[in-house]
């Protein structure tokens, strides 16, 4: 499986982003996907996740409301659209597939991912 993140840039605080993550494979909808970030000297962090229906999303309390993430099945793509960017949200931005296609919404944790993303960059500027 190969997970492939794109869609990073510059961009000026109160500016948006839309990243992408296109899958390999087949049968993607039976993977839950997710995003993490990791900023400079600081542990990866949830970021968001979603089941593999598309149907249940999960954000962290940090993102909440100006974040979506979403997926396409039929493009086994994940999307993040990031808006009112903030220069807290600079960091290297990862997806991830989880290996099965639900969770309860506390449990998205980083160790429960089997696949990830190469990361893509994500600067936002005051």
């Known amino acids: 499986v190969q997970l492939q993140a794109s869609g990073g840039g510059l961009v000026q605080a109160g500016g948006s982003l839309r990243l992408s993550c296109a899958a390999s494979?087949?049968?993607?909808?039976?993977?839950?996907m997710g995003w993490f970030r990791q900023a400079p000297g600081k542990e990866r962090e949830f970021v968001a996740a979603?089941?593999?229906?598309?149907?249940?999303?999960v954000y962290a309390d940090s993102v909440k409301g100006r974040f979506t993430i979403s997926r396409d099945n039929a493009k086994n793509t994940v999307y993040l659209q990031m808006n009112s960017l903030k220069p807290e949200d600079t960091a290297v931005y990862y997806c991830?597939?989880?290996?099965?296609?639900?969770?309860?919404?506390?449990?998205?944790?980083?160790?429960?991912?089997?696949?990830w993303g190469q990361g893509t960059q994500v600067t936002v500027s005051s």
């Open positions: 494979g087949r049968t993607f909808n039976n993977y839950a």
């Open positions: 979603i089941s593999g229906s598309g149907g249940s999303t």
């Open positions: 991830a597939r989880y290996p099965n296609s639900y969770y309860s919404s506390s449990s998205y944790s980083s160790s429960r991912v089997d696949y």
